[in-house]
């Protein structure tokens, strides 16, 4: 553990500064709890993307047209607030000789989840990195998520959905592959 880390004691001062006894029996093993739930959710910035999408070329040569997986969970957390934000991504591409296998891109998009994030900057990040890795004819990413910070403070806005999407190759001009890869996005 880095100097810099927190420990089972900084978190005892947080319980602290929130007007709480951290040695009653309820928060006794929560500082310890909650550096190990940190730790989780921020593991995204000890993986590689690039390692995670190993491509293959066995049977990808004749395939042309879109791959897409629906309802990939994301569970991150704001770099503004801490707080939670969660819901449902859609990642698709058109494959150019290359294929992954498909549990790549739902641990591709864990990753970049596992780190503080905005939702804008994490849909990029997935559809610039296959793009990057697997050089597709085209890549398509549509994220919908819930915010704790809009829901639970503030504005106090329950159940609103942000939508945020990434269109990159041919997935730009091509109005038909465009309506095709959104259409099958859709819930």
């Given amino acids: 553990m880095s100097k810099d880390s927190f420990s089972d004691q900084d ?3 947080f319980l602290t500064s929130l007007g709480e006894d951290p040695d009653r029996p309820g928060l006794a093993e929560t500082p310890h709890r909650v550096a190990k739930a ?3 959710w921020t593991s995204g910035y000890e ?22 997986v629906r309802n990939i969970p994301v569970y991150s957390h ?8 969660f819901g449902k991504a859609t990642v698709g591409y058109v494959p150019n000789g290359k294929i ?21 900057r994490m849909t990029v990040q997935i ?10 004819k085209a890549v398509g990413v549509v994220v ?13 806005s329950p159940g609103e959905e942000t939508i945020t999407s990434a269109m ?6 091509n109005l038909a592959l465009r309506t095709e890869f959104l259409a099958l996005a859709r819930d």
């Fill in 144 to 156: 919908k998520c819930r915010h704790m910070c809009m829901e639970s403070r503030g504005i106090r």
């Fill in 168 to 173: 990159l190759g041919e997935l730009q001009p």
């Fill in 78 to 85: 704001c770099e503004h607030h801490l707080a939670p934000f």
């Fill in 47 to 68: 993986q590689d993307p690039v390692e995670i999408l190993k491509a293959f070329e066995d049977g990808a040569e004749q395939y042309n047209e879109l791959i897409v």
């Fill in 38 to 40: 940190w730790k989780h």
């Fill in 127 to 136: 559809a610039n990195t296959l793009m990057e890795v697997l050089e597709p």
């Fill in 11 to 13: 978190w005892r001062r």
């Fill in 100 to 120: 992954v296998g498909l549990s790549k891109l739902t641990r591709l998009v864990d990753c970049f989840a596992k780190r503080l994030q905005v939702q804008e």
